[in-house]
């Protein structure tokens, strides 16, 4: 089954910035999924945070992040982006990638079939 696997989380100060990753494990592909972007903070519950679909001009952010963070995705390549911007003491979180499919985006987490492991982004001076 589709195995998917997150880099680029790290330390940051308030107002840098960090590109998160999402790559399919060697011989999938994800041109066909649905990706999306969760976020959990201790003490929270998941939040979907940004999604693109299968066409690069369907994408979803949620307010608190909209205008600050880019997703995207290279099929090529087999990865999909989360170039977060401006980054805030509250974007602190473990974050997610996961795919789905059937849908056009959704920021449920029940929409999605398979979740990469999660990369630690926190921010503080």
């Known amino acids: 089954q589709l195995q998917l696997v997150e880099s680029g989380g790290g330390l940051v100060q308030p107002g840098g910035s960090l590109r998160l990753s999402c790559a399919a494990a060697?011989?999938?592909?994800?041109?066909?999924?649905?990706i999306g972007w969760f976020r959990q903070a201790p003490g929270k519950e998941r939040e979907g945070i940004s999604c693109?679909?299968?066409?690069?001009?369907?994408?979803y952010y949620v307010r608190s992040v909209e205008g600050r963070f880019t997703i995207s995705r290279d099929n090529a390549k087999s990865t999909v982006y989360l170039q977060m911007n401006n980054l805030k003491p509250e974007d602190t979180a473990v974050y997610y990638c996961?795919?789905?499919?059937?849908?056009?985006?959704?920021?449920?987490?029940?929409?999605?079939?398979?979740w990469g492991q999660g990369t630690q982004v926190t921010v503080s001076s």
């Open positions: 996961a795919a789905g499919s059937g849908f056009t985006i959704a920021t449920m987490a029940s929409a999605y079939d398979y």
């Open positions: 060697s011989g999938f592909t994800l041109d066909s999924y649905v």
């Open positions: 693109i679909g299968i066409s690069d001009d369907e994408t």
